[in-house]
């Protein structure tokens, strides 16, 4: 079982940046996937990045050079930083880990999930 946890979410004006983490518990950081999803009301859950084991890292269009998803093992924790926030990144941010990468990217699945935390960018 792995238990995960985000924080740093909050209210960001338009062009401002965020740095979300994500505390994971349980069993085996390092050997596992981690990922960032996001869903905003009224819409589907929707991938934002991911990363391997061995730090290879996954982005989706909306968010590739904008953002920055990296991880600590020593820590536990996988970050998302985020710049040049936009009004349409106003979501609920999950973290998400996986055994396998594909899990995460592309199938936009995950083996454990966090409960979220909301970033909302206002204009």
């Known amino acids: 079982q792995v238990q995960l946890v985000e924080s740093g979410g909050g209210l960001v004006q338009a062009g401002g940046s965020l740095r979300l983490s994500c505390a994971a518990s349980?069993?085996?950081?390092?050997?596992?996937?981690m990922g960032w999803f996001r869903q905003a009301p009224g819409k589907e859950r929707e991938f934002v990045a991911a990363?391997?084991?061995?730090?290879?890292?996954y982005y989706a269009d909306s968010v590739r050079g904008r953002c920055t998803i990296s991880r600590d093992n020593a820590k536990n924790t996988v970050y998302l930083q985020m710049n040049s926030l936009k009004p349409e990144d106003t979501s609920v941010y999950y973290c998400?880990?996986?055994?396998?990468?594909?899990?995460?990217?592309?199938?936009?699945?995950?083996?454990?999930w966090g409960q979220g935390t909301q970033v909302t960018v206002s204009s």
């Open positions: 998400a880990a996986a055994t396998i990468i594909a899990t995460i990217y592309p199938l936009n699945r995950a083996d454990y």
């Open positions: 990363i391997r084991s061995n730090g290879a890292t």
């Open positions: 349980g069993r085996i950081f390092s050997n596992y996937a």
